[in-house]
């Protein structure tokens, strides 16, 4: 469960896994899919064949979705999203919300989509995630940046991957480092803008601490 109340205009890390720790993502269509959510589900607008738009990706490296229908999302959307990293049994988002509720609605229609997702997919039954989700409220300045370096060490550190930061296909890391991806559905200024450049941001994530301070207020 969620540890404190969550308010418009505040921070928050969110961490949430598979029940009993098991997996959550078991192929490239499994994250595809998780991150789709993540990037479109920030407004209400209903997606149908998601099917589809993961085998573009599959294919392509990128959504088929128009300029248009994310002009839609920014003007209707609940929630910011700043960074987000997706591992194998688990996920870590920063996450601020711009109206009441709107972190609690963004997540509970992602976990029930993708839930019912895995499960039909898989043929299995139950509860996908442990739980609701967890929270912790960012406190200030230093906390938040050290958390965006945490989330985005998250594959190494987990020792996920042989894959580098900038190489991880499903963290927003290289999309702050690189080009971004998503557009404005990441939204970065609020860390990047605290650089002058992406390669400060990069050297900062590499030698930061955020492990140890993270560590103080979030198991992962």
Known sequence: MRRTAIVPGEYYHIINRGVNKQKLFIDK?????????????????????????????VKHQMFNNSEKGEREILESRSV??????????????????ITEGGISRYLQRIQNSYGKYFNTRYGKSGHVFQGVFRSVHIESNEQLLHTSAYIHKNPKEMAHTKLSLEE?????????????????????????????????YRTFVRTSNAKEIEANNMEC
């Open 29 to 57: 269509r499994d994250y595809t899919r998780f991150l789709f959510s993540l990037l479109y589900l920030q407004s209400p607008i209903t997606y149908t064949n998601l099917g589809r738009q993961v085998s573009y990706f």
């Open 80 to 97: 910011f999203l700043h960074t987000f990293c997706i591992m194998p049994n688990h996920f870590h988002l920063i996450l601020s919300e």
């Open 168 to 200: 991880y296909p499903w963290s927003s890391y290289r999309d702050y480092v690189e080009k971004n991806r998503w557009g404005k559905l990441l939204e970065q200024t609020l860390i990047l803008d605290q650089f002058k450049t992406k390669e400060e």
